[in-house]
C-alpha cells in the first residue's frame, strides 16, 4: 500500500513565524503536491515537483514555497506566516504517468 | 483553476438508502476519480474510471465514466453509518500532466 505520511496533525504557529510542513512517501514516486483545503473552496494546488529539485507552481502559490531535495521528501515553506494561512494541508504523491493521487492524512494549521 | 461541478453539496439520508452524486464539466477529461474524506483525514481512493462508457465497482460503490467523457456518477447502495464523509471528484485532463482537478465535494450524513 502506498504511504505518504506528514510530520503534523496539527500545529498553532504566530504570524509571522517561519513554518515548515513535511510530507514523506515511500512508494518511490516521482510527483508530490500540495494543497490547501478550505470550506467551501475545495482543494486547491499551492505546489507540485515532479522530480528532484523540480517544481511548478499550482493555482495559489503566493506566501509558500516548496523544497525537494529527495525523491521521497517534500516540503511546504511558509516564510512568514499569516491568519489567513490557517487552513488544512494536504499532502499527495503520483506515479509519474500515474492518473491517481494518494493522500497523506493533512496538517491542520492554525496561525494566531 | 477550474473547478468541476459537483452536486448535491449535502445530502442527510437513512440508513439503508441509496445515494447518488454526480459532477460535470464543460471540458473533456480522460480519467475520474471518486474519493472519500473521513472527518480530520486526508481523502481516500475509492474507485477509478479510464474509459468513456466505465462503469466499476467496489463493494457498495459504483461510479460510471460518462459517455461524453464530461461529466461522471457515483452510487452508494445500502448506506451505513459509516459512509459519513465528504466524496470528492477529481478529473485529469491529457493537456494538465500529472495534476487533478477536484469538485467542491458531497457531504454525506447518514442518519442510524
Known amino acids: 500500500d502506498v504511504k505518504v505520511t506528514q510530520s503534523s496533525r496539527y500545529l498553532v504557529k504566530r504570524t509571522g513565524e517561519k513554518v515548515f510542513l513535511e510530507c514523506v512517501q515511500d512508494?518511490?514516486?516521482?510527483?508530490m503536491f500540495w494543497y490547501r483545503q478550505d470550506p467551501g473552496l475545495g482543494l486547491r494546488l499551492i505546489y507540485f515537483s515532479y522530480d528532484v529539485k523540480m517544481k511548478e507552481k499550482g493555482d495559489i502559490p503566493e506566501g509558500y514555497s516548496v523544497s525537494r531535495e529527495k525523491k521521497e521528501r517534500f516540503s511546504l515553506i511558509l516564510e512568514s506566516a499569516s491568519t489567513n494561512q490557517t487552513s488544512m494541508y494536504l499532502c499527495?504523491?503520483?506515479?509519474?504517468?500515474?492518473?491517481?493521487?494518494?493522500f497523506g492524512p493533512g496538517t491542520r494549521l492554525t496561525v494566531l | 483553476g477550474q473547478q468541476l461541478n459537483q452536486s448535491p453539496q449535502s445530502m442527510f439520508i437513512q440508513e439503508g438508502e441509496d445515494v447518488s452524486m454526480n459532477c460535470t464539466s464543460s471540458?473533456?477529461?480522460?480519467?475520474w476519480l471518486w474519493y472519500k474524506q473521513d472527518p480530520g483525514e486526508g481523502p481516500v481512493l475509492l474507485i477509478a474510471l479510464y474509459k468513456a462508457g466505465e462503469l466499476t465497482s467496489n463493494g457498495r460503490l459504483t461510479a460510471q465514466f460518462g459517455i461524453t467523457r464530461k461529466d461522471s456518477f457515483l452510487n452508494i447502495s445500502a448506506s451505513i453509518p459509516s459512509d459519513v464523509g465528504i466524496y470528492f471528484c477529481a478529473g485529469r485532463r491529457w493537456t494538465s500532466g500529472s495534476r487533478l482537478t477536484f469538485g467542491e465535494g458531497t457531504q454525506l450524513t447518514v442518519n442510524p
Open positions: 471540458s473533456i477529461f480522460n480519467t
Open positions: 499527495a504523491s503520483s506515479l509519474s504517468q500515474g492518473n491517481e493521487q494518494f
Open positions: 512508494m518511490d514516486h516521482e510527483n
